[in-house]
C-alpha cells in the first residue's frame, strides 16, 4: 500500500473524519489488522482562517507548498488536502511536486457524473460555493451546479466557521442545513455535494432528499483506490 500524505488541520475535526474513513476502508477492504499507511500533517487551522479572512490567498499557498512539499520528502507516495475551500491553491501548493495530487473536486465531480446527474446542489464555505476553482472543476464534467441564494450561503459558510469547524454539532443548526437542502432541491439540484469536509457532521443520505454525496468518503475513497492500484 503507498504512503498517503494527508495535509489537514482545515479543520482538526474534517482531518479526524479522514483519518477515520481511511483506516476503516482499509480494514473493510484487506481484512485483519490492516490499517491506512497515513502521513499527516496537520495545521493550525486558526493561522489559516486568519489568512482567509484577511484575503492572504499568496501566504497561504506558500505555506501548503511548504507543508506539501514536506510531505513528500517524508515519504508520501499519493498527496490529499483534507479541505475543499483550500483547493483554491491546489496549484500553488503542488508548484515543483513530483508525487501525484489527487484533487477533491474532480474526484466529487466525477462521482456524480458517474450517477448520471447533472444538476448537483452545493453547500459549503462562501469561497467554495462562489469561486471558480471548484464550480469550474464540476462544470469541465458537465455538470451545472445548484447554488443557494446569498442568505442561505452566509448562513452555511457561518455555521461551518462558528460550529462545525469547533466540533460543535447543534440540531436547529442540522434543521436550518435540512430547510436549505430542500431549497436546492425545489431549485431543480437533482442531488447534493456536501462541499466541505465538515457538511457531512450534519448532513447525509438519512436527511436529504435527493441523493448525497459526501467530499469526504469520496475523496478518502478515491485516495485508497489509488494506494491499492497494482496491489
Request: hydrophobic share 45%; net charge negative; aromatic share 4%.
Amino acid at each position: 500500500m503507498k504512503k498517503i500524505g494527508i495535509l489537514g488541520g482545515m479543520s482538526a475535526a474534517s482531518t479526524a473524519l479522514y483519518q477515520a474513513r481511511l483506516n476503516a476502508q482499509t480494514m473493510e477492504r484487506l481484512g485483519g489488522l490492516h490499517s491506512a499507511n497515513l502521513l499527516v500533517r496537520s495545521l493550525d487551522f486558526a493561522d489559516i482562517a486568519d489568512m482567509q479572512s484577511r484575503g492572504d490567498w499568496d501566504a497561504a499557498g506558500d505555506l501548503l507548498n511548504h507543508e506539501a512539499r514536506l510531505l513528500e520528502a517524508g515519504g508520501a507516495e499519493i498527496l490529499i488536502l483534507a479541505t475543499n475551500t483550500m483547493h483554491k491553491l491546489a496549484d500553488r501548493m503542488t508548484e515543483g511536486l513530483a508525487i501525484p495530487f489527487l484533487h477533491i473536486g474532480t474526484a466529487t465531480a466525477e462521482a456524480v457524473a458517474g450517477q448520471g446527474l447533472q444538476r448537483p446542489g452545493l453547500m459549503a464555505t462562501a469561497f467554495t460555493m462562489e469561486q471558480e476553482f471548484y464550480i469550474g472543476r464540476l462544470r469541465e464534467k458537465g455538470l451545472d451546479p445548484v447554488i443557494p441564494n446569498a442568505t442561505d450561503r452566509a448562513t452555511t459558510h457561518g455555521i461551518i466557521y462558528d460550529e462545525l469547524c469547533k466540533n460543535i454539532i447543534r440540531g436547529d443548526s442540522r434543521k436550518t442545513y435540512e430547510a436549505i437542502a430542500a431549497r436546492l432541491v425545489d431549485a431543480g439540484a437533482d442531488s447534493l455535494i456536501l462541499g466541505c469536509t465538515e457538511v457531512g457532521m450534519l448532513l447525509n443520505a438519512s436527511n436529504v432528499a435527493v441523493p448525497v454525496f459526501d467530499t469526504t468518503l469520496i475523496h478518502c475513497d478515491r485516495a485508497l483506490d489509488a494506494a491499492l492500484e497494482g496491489t
